[in-house]
C-alpha cells in the first residue's frame, strides 16, 4: 500500500489478556519501528528491525513485551498479561533506510485495557 | 536518556497571527526534525534539519537547528484553520535513529 497500514485500530482488551497489534510498512521499507504514545506525551521508542532481526529492542518496557517481522515485512507487537498501564497509542513506522527524518508513520492502534 | 522540552503545551490564536514553539535538549542532537499529528493520525514530518545554525522553510513553516545543537524553534506565519494539531519536535544523536521526542505543542486556531 501507499502508507504503513496498522491493524486493529482500536483495541479494548481485559486486564490479564494477550493482544496482538499488526503493521504492514511501505512496501520496500527494510527499516521498521515501533512507538508507544501515552496519553498527553510524545511517542516513545520501543523497538527497531532491520529486515528479519530486531536490531534494537531496548524501549521494550519488559518481558511482556515482544515483536516479530519474520519475512522482513509485516511485524506484530505482541503483549502478554496486559496491564491498565499498557494503555496507549501503538504506533508503527517505517523507512528506507535507517535514519529519523526517513520514517513514515502509522495511523497507530488504540489499546484500552480495561 | 534524553529529554526534550517542549513549549508552550498550547495555543489559542487567532487566524492570521504567527505563531513560535521551541524545544530545548539537556544533550547534544544531530538531527532535529518537526511533526505535526491530528487526532486519529500518526506523526507527520513538517521540516528536517541537519546542521547547526541550518534556517529551513516549508511553505508557512520556517524551523531552525540552534547553533548550540540543544535547541530548535518551529514558527508559523499566517495560522489558518487547518493549522490545528499537535505538534512535536523530536531529535536523534550522532549515529542513532531513535527518535526522542517532545510533549507536544496544542495548537488551536480560532477563525
Known amino acids: 500500500g501507499a502508507g504503513v497500514s496498522q491493524t486493529p485500530s482500536n483495541k479494548v482488551t481485559e486486564k490479564g489478556k494477550y493482544v496482538e497489534l499488526r503493521c504492514d510498512p511501505i512496501?520496500?521499507?527494510?527499516?521498521l519501528y515501533w512507538y508507544r504514545q501515552s496519553l498527553g506525551q510524545g511517542p516513545e521508542f520501543l523497538i527497531y528491525?532491520?529486515?528479519?532481526?530486531?536490531?534494537?529492542d531496548s524501549g521494550l518496557p519488559n518481558d511482556r513485551f515482544f515483536a516479530v517481522r519474520p519475512e522482513g515485512s509485516v511485524s506484530t507487537l505482541k503483549i502478554q498479561r496486559t496491564e491498565r498501564g499498557d494503555s496507549a497509542v501503538y504506533l508503527c513506522?517505517?523507512?528506507?533506510?535507517?535514519?529519523?527524518?526517513?520514517?513514515?508513520f502509522g495511523s497507530g492502534t488504540r489499546l484500552t485495557v480495561v | 536518556g534524553q529529554q526534550l522540552n517542549q513549549s508552550p503545551q498550547s495555543m489559542f490564536i487567532q487566524e492570521g497571527e504567527d505563531v513560535s514553539m521551541n524545544c530545548t535538549s539537556s544533550?547534544?542532537?544531530?538531527?532535529w526534525l518537526w511533526y505535526k499529528q491530528d487526532p486519529g493520525e500518526g506523526p507527520v514530518l513538517l521540516i528536517a534539519?541537519?546542521?547547526?545554525?541550518e534556517l529551513t522553510s516549508n511553505g508557512r513553516l520556517t524551523a531552525q537547528f540552534g547553533i548550540t545543537r540543544k535547541d530548535s524553534f518551529l514558527n508559523i506565519s499566517a495560522s489558518i484553520p487547518s493549522d490545528v494539531g499537535i505538534y512535536f519536535c523530536?531529535?536523534?544523536?550522532?549515529?542513532?535513529?531513535?527518535?526522542?521526542f517532545g510533549k507536544g505543542t496544542k495548537l488551536s486556531v480560532i477563525p
Open positions: 513506522a517505517s523507512s528506507l533506510t535507517e535514519g529519523g527524518s526517513g520514517y513514515t
Open positions: 512496501s520496500g521499507h527494510t527499516a
Open positions: 528491525f532491520q529486515g528479519t532481526g530486531a536490531a534494537d
Open positions: 544533550s547534544i542532537f544531530n538531527t
Open positions: 534539519l541537519y546542521k547547526a545554525g
Open positions: 523530536a531529535g536523534t544523536g550522532a549515529g542513532s535513529y531513535q527518535l526522542t
